[in-house]
């Protein structure tokens, strides 16, 4: 089993800057992929970043590339996602995801592991 505990949202203006924070315990060494999910009131879960955990390859969705940036410290079992240029339509409850294979990663049923969301607020 893999624990996944995020930490770091809350409140911002848009334009603003906030950084994510998911650590992960238990079997880390079954993880291949890590990912960053999302959902707006009322809407399904969206697939917003992902990382290799192995290697240095990143995936984003079209809505946050070139503003959100995932990256790894594998040292402290830990995925980020800093997130800049913040819009009022980034708000959503913002959950981390890991799986042992990864191969449809933008897909939240491929997913084995996730954390319990963190909430993320862009005001206008």
């Known amino acids: 089993q893999v624990q996944l505990v995020e930490s770091g949202g809350g409140l911002v203006q848009a334009g603003g800057s906030l950084r994510l924070s998911c650590a992960a315990s238990?079997?880390?060494?079954?993880?291949?992929?890590m990912s960053w999910f999302r959902r707006a009131p009322g809407q399904e879960r969206d697939f917003v970043a992902a990382?290799?955990?192995?290697?240095?390859?990143?995936y984003y969705s079209d809505s946050v590339k070139g503003r959100f940036t995932i990256s790894r410290d594998n040292a402290k079992n830990t995925v980020y996602l800093q997130m800049n240029s913040l819009k009022p339509e980034d708000t959503a409850v913002y959950y981390c995801?890991?799986?042992?294979?990864?191969?449809?990663?933008?897909?939240?049923?491929?997913?084995?592991?996730w954390g319990q969301g963190t909430q993320v607020t862009v005001s206008s």
């Open positions: 995801a890991a799986d042992s294979i990864g191969r449809y990663y933008t897909r939240q049923y491929s997913y084995d592991y």
């Open positions: 238990g079997r880390t060494f079954s993880i291949n992929i």
């Open positions: 990382i290799r955990w192995s290697e240095s390859s990143t």
